[in-house]
């Protein structure tokens, strides 16, 4: 219900745009989220954005370089990058904030080289 794209392979300091795009219009009106797993480690939250878009939330260990955003018309919110570090490199998720387990995609893997 939740498909997330754009990762790739960047160097350091690079930028990347990430898009979830759902199929249900029921998205529209839940907060969304974006989330991030590295390996080793458990999943954590980024990000998150109300359903009308007009607040947001970024995590302050990403806050400056990360940015949420969505498109209701589009079904989509999307996740902006720059500046990104090698600490960066993990699968990034969409799910609605707060997440529930049931909307868990495959996420976009984003690879972040010196």
């Known amino acids: 219900q939740l498909v997330e794209s754009g990762g790739g392979s960047v160097q350091s300091e690079g930028s990347l745009r990430l898009s979830c795009v759902w199929s249900?219009?029921?998205?529209?009106?839940?907060?969304m989220g974006w989330y991030r797993q590295a390996p080793g480690k458990e999943r954590e939250f980024l990000a998150s954005i109300a359903w009308s878009g007009d607040t947001t939330f970024i995590r302050s260990s990403v806050k400056g370089r990360f940015n949420i955003s969505r498109d209701n018309s589009k079904n989509t919110v999307y996740l902006q990058m720059q500046n990104l570090r090698t600490e960066d490199t993990a699968v990034y998720y969409c799910?609605?904030?707060?997440?529930?387990?049931?909307?868990w995609g495959q996420g976009t893997q984003v690879t972040v080289s010196s």
């Open positions: 799910n609605t904030y707060p997440a529930d387990p049931d909307y």
């Open positions: 249900r219009d029921i998205f529209k009106k839940f907060d």
